[in-house]
């Protein structure tokens, strides 16, 4: 089968794994930011750490942000993994944030810099 051709009802009934589907970019957006909030919230329910790996695309992070605001959310045992950061040519340093490429500077400017400081979060936990 071809991959691109499937339709919604194939793919919601073929689909071995929990998967929604949403309206547009805006909505993924939203539905992330509301399903990382829960795994926060839960986590530190039970005293757990929470741990995430963030691609750079396709999502956005101001919406995450806004709602970590919104609701007080404590991150102090949050730490981000990033998925794509890049190297430098010795193949262990990432590269520094004043490179264009750079996911570390990605995220201090869609996630971190709208970010309420009293939630705890800092750059160090950015991993």
Known sequence: MDCYSITRQELEQRCPFPC?????HAALNQVAAQRIVEMIR?????GKDSSLILPVGP????????LCN?????????T?????????ADGKTPIPESHPLSFKAFMRQSLI??????LGFSMEKVI
């Open 20 to 24: 929604v589907i949403v309206k547009d």
């Open 80 to 88: 981000i993994f990033m998925m794509d950061e890049y190297l430098e």
């Open 113 to 118: 810099r709208h970010l309420d400081p009293s």
């Open 59 to 66: 999502l956005l992070y101001e919406p995450l942000a806004a």
């Open 42 to 46: 839960r986590n530190n329910e039970s």
């Open 70 to 78: 919104a609701e007080k959310l404590d991150l102090s045992r949050l």
